[in-house]
């Protein structure tokens, strides 16, 4: 039995969830539904399976000058929200929010499907347990589901949009991201969470002006870009186990607030 649950969602949550992400994509209830069940027997096996994709037809923008680029992007990512919790006879347990930036990909080469995942693959195991970057994210989560909290994964803005000629990205137009920006609150109503979270800068300013009731805890990115970041912060050498012992002492003394 797997000691952790993926994105076992109440029936309402689903169906209020699958409503919301309709207002940004083309996907049916039964495509979503699809997706998790396929992710959910991803959960527990090793290995990288392959990788889930749609038509790029799934996302339209009014902006006819970012649809042609997005027409001509050599890649685009798209990550569906995920929760995870233990596996145990709590049904009753509070939602923690972690939120993030955008789906980054990386391709060499045009891909004409849009590749479907989750925020940082977590629905994958090797991607929880070996892949360098990826591990640490769910050794921060796990923190927060041992303890006995659910914890709900989404993006700010749930789709990438890369440069014609390269894995660099571009900006979504305004309209566009003020639509996502409207399905990340109404994804904050469905879940109720105890506290936000973010990871980074950019994504803790969106969330910031968003003017949020609930308890917002903004933290520095976990990645190695922001070595120099956390050495201030730390005032000891950046490892892996300084940053988990940092978060556990930070985002703990921040909920016993609430």
């Known amino acids: 039995m797997s000691q952790y649950l993926f994105s076992q969602f109440k029936s309402d949550e689903f169906e209020s969830l699958q409503r919301e992400l309709s207002k940004v994509f083309y996907i049916s209830q039964e495509t979503l539904q699809g997706f998790y069940e396929v992710m959910r027997k991803e959960f527990k096996i090793e290995g990288y399976p392959p990788e889930r994709t749609l038509p790029r037809s799934i996302f339209h923008s009014d902006d006819e000058e970012f649809q042609k680029r997005y027409h001509e992007a050599l890649v685009i990512g798209i990550d569906i929200p995920s929760i995870l919790e233990r596996n145990d006879d709590n049904s009753n347990k509070k939602t923690i929010v972690i939120v993030g930036q955008d789906p980054l990909r990386k391709s060499d080469e045009r891909v004409e499907e849009i590749r479907i995942a989750t925020p940082y693959a977590l629905h994958l195991k090797s991607c929880r347990e070996e892949h360098r970057s990826t591990r640490l994210y769910f050794d921060l989560i796990k923190i927060l589901l041992d303890e006995g909290y659910r914890v709900y ?23 566009d991201r003020d639509r996502f920006i409207q399905v990340l609150k109404a994804e904050l109503r469905i879940f109720e969470p105890l506290a936000i979270i973010t990871w980074g800068g950019k994504a803790s300013s969106k969330v910031r002006n968003m003017g949020l009731e609930a308890k917002h805890l903004a933290f520095t990115h976990r990645s190695g870009a922001a070595c120099g970041t956390w050495r201030k912060i730390l005032n000891k050498p950046v490892t892996r186990e300084n940053k988990i012992d940092f978060w556990k002492q930070k985002v703990f003394s921040e909920l016993a607030e609430l």
Do not use: A, E, N, R
């Open 153 to 175: 994964l989404t993006d700010i803005f749930k789709i990438w949009v890369s440069q014609p000629d390269k894995d660099k990205g571009i900006k979504l137009s305004k309209q």
